[in-house]
């Protein structure tokens, strides 16, 4: 059982850059990959970026591929997600997924993470 609480959401104009945080719960955090999806209005969910337990394995959604970077500091149980140039399409509800990492590939997929965070919203003015 991991619990998940995304932090770093506001509001800001287009080209600006946001820090996206995700705080995990246990000390297992090490062992689980993690992901960011995103739900803007009136969509579905779609998949972000995602990292392996060790941080060795990245891969990204070609929409933010070059603008936005995943990493985590297991030291701290956090997930990042760096989000620069940003653009009023990428205004949505940020979230962090984890699910034990058995096998390292990456995992673009909903159904593909066990445990969520509650989101926290972007909002990108232009």
């Known amino acids: 059982q991991v619990q998940l609480v995304e932090s770093g959401g506001g509001l800001v104009q287009a080209g600006d850059s946001l820090r996206l945080s995700c705080a995990a719960s246990g000390r297992t955090f090490s062992s689980y990959a993690m992901g960011w999806f995103r739900r803007a209005p009136g969509k579905a969910r779609e998949f972000v970026a995602y990292i392996s337990g060790s941080g060795a394995m990245t891969n990204y959604a070609d929409s933010v591929k070059g603008r936005f970077t995943i990493s985590r500091d297991n030291a701290k149980n956090t997930v990042y997600l760096q989000m620069n140039s940003l653009k009023p399409e990428d205004t949505a509800v940020y979230y962090c997924?984890?699910?034990?990492?058995?096998?390292?590939?990456?995992?673009?997929?909903?159904?593909?993470?066990?445990?969520w965070g509650q989101g926290t919203q972007v909002t990108v003015s232009s």
């Open positions: 997924a984890a699910v034990y990492d058995y096998r390292v590939a990456p995992k673009r997929y909903e159904y593909e993470y066990a445990f």
